[in-house]
């Protein structure tokens, strides 16, 4: 089946560091992948969508420049939390849409961020 | 805009079946789809059902769709200790690449 691969699972750094999280389609191709990012008991809070070869889509609410977000290729996209300070802990997910068919966008397995 | 509601928590007795109900509001969408996420992990695509079905059953798992009212659910039959988690209903529409996504249903499975 279609996999994601996330890394890393678990982060904790010092305020003021920047946090590189990659996100990987193993098995196929995904034009478009998703971050998310959910705070405890809560629901998926969608931050941005990602385009290969094009800036990403950010939410409303969502600093771009605060979240970076690359997709360079069909199979990685990068979301890079710069500066991060303890209010930017969190648990981000990843998703992958498949470019080819309708087919449903596969999860990674999340990352925990801590900022201390 | 698109909007999906399903209840916050269930609690059932294991062995006993579990139904987890959604409903939407994008008469639109195309795909409908279960999550399951575990603590601490990401979401695991259960199963899906488009649109043009009203059901679909899957070993333990049966989803059933009333298009007309917007409803859908996910009924686990014999559920077990080990389908503790939190499910998410989500939709997407056709042509369209975000998916909209419940707030997620806490399913307790009591021994």
């Known amino acids: 089946g279609a996999v994601v691969s996330q890394h890393p699972s678990r982060v904790i750094c010092k305020s003021g560091t920047s946090v590189k999280i990659e996100c990987r389609s193993l098995?196929?191709?995904?034009?478009?992948m998703f971050w998310y990012r959910q705070f405890p008991k809560q629901s998926l809070m969608l931050m941005a969508t990602s385009n290969e070869g094009s800036k990403a889509t950010y939410e409303q609410g969502v600093e771009k420049d605060k979240f970076l977000i690359n997709h360079a290729s069909l199979t990685l996209s990068t979301l890079t939390v710069t500066s991060a300070h303890p209010e930017d802990s969190s648990f981000y997910i990843c998703?992958?849409?498949?470019?080819?068919?309708?087919?449903?966008?596969?999860f990674g397995d999340g990352t925990r961020l801590s900022i201390l | 805009g698109e909007d999906v509601e399903q209840s916050l928590f269930l609690s059932v007795r294991e062995g006993d079946s579990s139904v987890i109900n959604c409903t939407y509001t994008d008469s639109s969408s195309t795909y409908l789809y279960w999550y399951k996420q575990e603590p601490g992990a990401g979401l695991q695509l259960l199963t899906y059902?488009?649109?043009?079905?009203d059901m679909k059953q899957d070993q333990r798992l049966t989803v059933l769709l009333n298009k007309k009212d917007k409803h859908l659910s996910l009924r686990i039959a014999d559920t077990q200790t080990g389908d503790s988690a939190i499910y998410f209903c989500?939709?997407?529409?056709?042509?369209?690449?975000?998916?909209?996504f419940g707030a997620g249903t806490r399913l307790f499975v009591k021994a």
């Open positions: 098995d196929f191709q995904a034009t478009t």
């Open positions: 059902i488009f649109s043009n079905m």
């Open positions: 998703s992958a849409l498949p470019s080819v068919g309708d087919q449903p966008q596969h």
């Open positions: 989500a939709e997407r529409g056709t042509g369209g690449f975000k998916t909209i």
